[in-house]
């Protein structure tokens, strides 16, 4: 067993978890909208409809599934964070009642009454499916804790993991649980990894880009993605044809927007210095020592001093400057030996107007950052157009509805070039993607569309910590550490290992 480097499908044993709980790790974490005051309701399914066909698959097979997803951010109990909107259009995609099993915080557990494999039992023979509430409830959950690992395995005979939105993140229900019981690959996460092996493939040029409200995330991937090199993950270790391109990096560009707009123009302007100035013409020189201190609007005014981006992230963003971008409004070849490309231009709303192509210099106070701004979007779609490897994840704009420009041009690039690997990846991108393709009554050539955003940059990065986890855990079982009663899935999957 020495050999083997390699999870298990939970498609290939169905007989013998026939009968059983199994968690299924899912990723619902859908975009939701409000109206006029009434109760949120999911604005794109693409994330239920996505996972659902695995899960009919289990209800067939006799498989009683206990799902599992998060829903937004919460830490701790938040009631206005609970399952209930996707509740109906999860329940019409698998065609079975839906039931919450849902959370006490006074205990700071799931409720007994619910909580228990009897009455589990007795729903699913009554046709319906349990659905854990919020997931990150569970105060454990993002800590990667045992508590509720094992607390989940004191009801769950497997653990099923078919979220690949959550696949970079460690945490109880998909990583610690496993310590336990067995982990299975579901039938979307396994089209996920294979799916990603291309985006692991060198390809020159090879570009990211990075948009979305996620920003200290953003910017902390964005980091492993420069250190990426051409041999780093294993399936590549091993290939002859990159002998000669060990120590090379992966990832030629980075190209950035959304949110992370704002983290990018206060760290350049709280990093200049006299001598970065040197050679510039003397009204943007002027100019720009000016900027030290401006005080930009942000959209979110719940944010930080009711900005976009807090001391930490300006401080991750000065480091990702120094290293891969050396000030580029200096040098009009703005590609030529840099990797991050930020912004040349950007679209500001300034009282009431929204101008449209204002460059760094020319920011004032209360200016407020949107989208990317008109020649930056000739820049990027040039880069596109030339690339061999295109992976987006996030909007361009600060908001998916008002400043949709920059991201339908992105789109339109991504879809003109007909020759690269393409992949797409997260929530708002998906969405987005559907709302112009439904304006344009077609569909657009983006490549494999991830049901994960920051779990597709990671994959660029390394394997995730859920398919390290999988493939651990398909060994520990081979190797008889779960003990005798899972015997029977043991030798299942021995013969099939020997085929």
């Known amino acids: 067993m020495e050999g083997v480097l390699s999870y298990l499908r939970a498609s290939d044993y169905l007989e013998e978890l026939a009968g059983k709980i199994a968690l299924v790790k899912s990723d619902f974490n859908v975009p939701l909208i409000s109206q006029g005051g009434a109760p949120p309701r999911v604005a794109d399914p693409f994330r239920i409809l996505q996972a659902s066909p695995f899960i009919r698959e289990l209800i067939s097979a006799g498989v009683i599934p206990l799902l599992a997803t998060h829903m937004g951010r919460p830490k701790g109990y938040d009631p206005s964070q609970t399952l209930d909107p996707i509740v109906e259009p999860l329940s019409q995609a698998i065609d079975r009642r839906i039931e919450i099993i849902r ?22 023979k009554e046709g319906t499916i349990p659905l854990l509430d919020n997931i990150r409830f569970h105060t454990d959950e993002t800590k990667n804790r045992e508590g509720l690992a094992k607390a989940l395995t004191s ?3 497997a653990s099923i993991q078919n979220s690949f939105g959550t696949a970079h993140r460690k945490e109880a ?19 996920e990894i294979e799916a990603h092996r291309k985006i692991k493939r060198p390809g020159t040029p090879y570009i990211v880009i990075v948009g979305g409200d996620k920003v200290e995330d953003s910017l902390t991937l964005m980091r492993a993605i420069f250190r990426a090199e051409k041999t780093t993950h294993w399936s590549n270790m091993f290939n002859p044809e990159l002998n000669l391109q060990i120590g090379e990096q992966l990832v030629d560009y980075v190209l950035v927007g959304g949110h992370l707009m704002y983290a990018f123009v206060y760290a350049q302007l709280t990093m200049l210095k006299e001598e970065d100035l040197k050679g510039l013409p003397g009204e943007i ?58 912004p040349v231009d950007y679209a500001i709303k300034r009282g009431d107007a929204l101008l449209k192509s204002v460059q760094l210099h020319e920011l004032v106070d209360d200016d407020e950052i949107v989208d990317i701004g008109d020649k930056t979007k000739d820049l990027y779609a040039s880069v596109i157009g030339k690339a061999k490897t295109i992976v987006w994840n996030g909007p361009l704009g600060v908001d998916d509805e008002k400043y949709v420009e920059g991201t339908r041009r992105v789109i339109a690039a991504i879809d003109a070039n007909k020759d690269a690997v393409k992949e797409i990846g997260g929530g708002s991108t998906n969405f987005m993607t559907s709302a112009c393709e439904a304006e344009n009554n077609r569909k657009f050539d983006l490549g494999f569309r991830s049901t994960g955003g920051g779990s597709t940059l990671s994959e660029i990065a390394y394997d995730s910590p859920v398919t390290i986890s999988l493939i651990m855990s398909s060994r520990r079982l081979l190797e008889g550490g779960y003990g005798p009663d899972y015997e029977t899935l043991r030798k299942a999957a021995i013969r099939r290992h020997l085929r």
């Open 103 to 124: 959370f006490a915080p006074e205990s700071g557990a799931f409720a007994s009454k619910q909580f228990n494999p009897d009455y589990l039992k007795g729903l699913f």
């Open 155 to 157: 009801v769950a005979d």
């Open 173 to 191: 229900s998909s990583n610690r649980i496993h310590e336990y019981i067995p982990g299975l690959a579901g039938s979307l996460l396994v089209d």
């Open 285 to 342: 020189k002027k100019d720009l020592r000016g900027l030290r201190e401006v005080r930009l609007k942000g959209f979110d005014s719940a944010a930080a001093g009711g900005y976009l981006c807090n001391a930490e992230e300006i401080n991750l963003a000065q480091g990702l400057l120094r290293l891969y971008n050396e000030f580029q409004f200096r040098d009009p070849d703005i590609l030529k030996g840099r990797r991050l490309i930020v």
